[in-house]
């Protein structure tokens, strides 16, 4: 039986921590943590979170990053998921328009040898699918016509081929910092799976099957990492949540796992104040409240088959 939390509850606890942040004295790449929480909460949690939404939005449309197509950084990627969001909740043109224009910076962003992007300071890392490829996806699904979606893959290939392995290598050998790019990695794959058209079935089932494998490569590989760092924590239950709902992994055999982690964290809420954590808890409780048993299927969304 899938455990679905009270919205109620989650709403009150997901509320609670955001007040706790001062948004507007971080830096950009914070803010594009939280606002990406904030609009999955706006949609799922409701309440509050729409205008908080409309208010992190408002603040993070005045950066110079955000308004200059030629600075081209993870975090204004990030963002622009965001917009996205904001522009399906209140059918906000504007607020797409601005998701579009910074689509546009993609074509500036720093590449790796192997065709991948870099972070932010120019460093390889899994965690791009979450900072950038999940909105290079959702760009190309609503305004880029699909056109870049075998650029997308072939980041994801190149990604997984190059630092996949050794990651969880480090992982198994009792690194913890290793854990880390791979639960943003598991996070940004099944963001990118609920915003693609299911039709390409050639590159969803790839991404699909690294994402699994992921999940499998942490659950067993981390297991004297796991439960330390509620950043991490979190980020993994979000992503186990979300791969269930999408029937993606076996609900039974995987729910558990990320029930005993959120819950755990749970007990121990009223610590969370950091912003990194803040949204990861926030991300986890919004799809905590989910139905993780049933999927309604539907192709009238635009090619995205998940509500």
């Not at 609900?251 to 990194?276: G, M, N, P, R």
């Amino acid at each position: 039986m899938a455990n679905c939390y009270n919205q109620a509850d989650m709403y009150e606890a997901a509320y609670t921590i955001s007040k706790k942040v001062d948004f507007k004295s971080l830096d950009l790449e914070k803010k594009a943590k939280l606002a990406n929480a904030y609009a999955f909460a706006a949609k799922d949690l409701e309440g509050e979170f729409v205008k908080i939404l409309k208010d992190c939005l408002c603040d993070i449309k005045s950066e110079k990053a955000i308004e200059d197509e030629n600075i081209a950084v993870n975090e204004k990627f990030l963002s622009g998921n965001a917009f996205y969001m904001l522009s399906k909740l209140c059918d906000d043109k504007a607020s797409e328009e601005i998701a579009c224009n910074i689509a546009k910076s993609l074509k500036k962003a720093e590449r790796s040898k192997e065709g991948y992007f870099l972070t932010t300071s120019n460093n390889k890392c899994l965690c791009v699918a979450f900072n950038v490829l999940s909105f290079y996806m959702n760009y190309e699904t609503k305004n880029g016509g699909k056109e870049q979606y075998n650029d997308i893959i072939a980041q994801v290939n190149a990604i997984y081929n190059d630092l996949f392995e050794d990651t969880i290598l480090e992982l198994k050998n009792g690194k913890e910092a290793a854990l880390k790019p791979l639960v943003y990695l598991a996070a940004g794959l099944v963001d990118m799976l609920e915003v693609m058209d299911q039709a390409l079935y050639e590159i969803w089932a790839r991404i699909r099957a690294i994402f699994k494998e992921t999940i499998k490569a942490i659950l067993s590989s981390a297991k004297y990492t796991l439960g330390s760092n509620k950043e991490l924590d979190l980020m993994l239950v979000y992503a186990i949540f979300k791969g269930c709902r999408m029937n993606l992994l076996h609900t039974e055999k995987y729910e558990c796992e990320a029930t005993t982690l959120f819950d755990q964290i749970l007990e121990d809420k009223e610590s969370i104040s950091d912003a990194y954590t803040a949204a990861a808890f926030i991300l986890a409780a919004s799809e905590s409240v989910k139905n993780r048993e049933y999927q309604d299927y539907g192709r009238a969304k635009g090619g995205v088959l998940w509500s």
